[in-house]
């Protein structure tokens, strides 16, 4: 099993700035891909960004050039560095980590409890 700990949410105004923390314990040795997805009311949790073990990255093309998701190893700790933003970024933020075969068929996955990112305009 692997927990998940999110931390890091709050209110921001429009063009403001926050990062998530996102500390992960337990069986580490399990996960090779960690990521931040968010969930807005009333529409569907969607993909926000992607970090594998050797740091290759991957964003939805919403936040591209505004979000930067990086992982610290040795704190075995993930974050999302969020400015320039928008009142649309407003959701529910997980953590996710998850552990994919070489063909990336998903074989374990863990989410965290989620923290709330409220942007006021």
């Known amino acids: 099993q692997v927990q998940l700990v999110e931390?890091?949410?709050?209110?921001?105004q429009a063009g403001g700035s926050l990062r998530l923390s996102c500390a992960a314990s337990g069986s580490i040795f399990r996960v090779n891909v960690m990521g931040w997805y968010r969930q807005a009311p009333g529409k569907?949790?969607?993909?926000?960004?992607?970090?594998t073990s050797v740091g290759?990255?991957?964003?939805?093309?919403?936040?591209?050039?505004?979000?930067t998701i990086s992982r610290d190893n040795s704190k075995n700790t993930v974050y999302l560095q969020m400015?320039?933003?928008?009142?649309e970024d407003t959701a529910?933020?997980?953590?996710?980590?998850?552990?994919?075969?070489?063909?990336?068929?998903?074989?374990?996955?863990?989410?965290?409890?989620g923290t709330q990112v409220t942007v006021s305009s």
Do not use: H, M
Request: aromatic share 12%; glycine share 12%; charged share 20%.
């Open 7 to 12: 931390s890091g949410g709050g209110l921001v």
């Open 44 to 51: 569907q949790r969607e993909l926000v960004a992607t970090v």
């Open 56 to 67: 290759s990255t991957n964003y939805a093309d919403s936040v591209k050039g505004r979000f």
């Open 83 to 87: 400015n320039s933003l928008k009142p």
């Open 92 to 113: 529910v933020y997980y953590c996710n980590a998850r552990r994919t075969s070489p063909g990336r068929i998903v074989l374990d996955d863990y989410w965290g409890q």
